[in-house]
């Protein structure tokens, strides 16, 4: 995966943790990873070889296992696992202007609703 395939799956990881209630601040990290590595002008496939990727500010050994996973196109667990957690409707909301995480998910605790079709 190229830096921004990268970044982008680190977005969607910190908002699927978001849609689940994680903590803020982990799903903050996932953010600030994204947008670190669209942003850095290192090459981030040098430093996933010479194993830097830890070395970036921000960016904790957990991320860094994950970056590196997702440079080498290797599997990501984590990102499935968090895939299968969360009803696909929920996602389709996000689209919806004004809808971010935190507000489908109150909207889906609150009505028991998962599909567009149901907030409709």
Request: glycine fraction near 8%; aromatic fraction near 4%; charged fraction near 30%.
């Amino acid at each position: 995966m190229n830096r921004n395939q990268v970044a982008d799956a680190l977005q969607e990881i910190g908002t699927l943790l978001e849609l689940l209630g994680e903590n803020p601040f982990k799903t903050r990290a996932y953010g600030n990873a994204a947008r670190l590595l669209k942003a850095m002008d290192q090459d981030l496939d040098d430093l996933v070889e010479n194993g830097q990727v830890d070395s970036l500010k921000g960016i904790g050994k957990a991320l860094a296992e994950k970056i590196t996973l997702l440079v080498r196109d290797e599997p990501l667990p984590y990102l499935e696992e968090l895939r299968s957690q969360v009803a696909p409707g929920l996602l389709e909301w996000l689209r919806i202007p004004g809808l971010g995480p935190k507000k489908v998910r109150a909207i889906h605790q609150a009505l028991e609703i998962s599909s567009l079709g149901e907030l409709e």
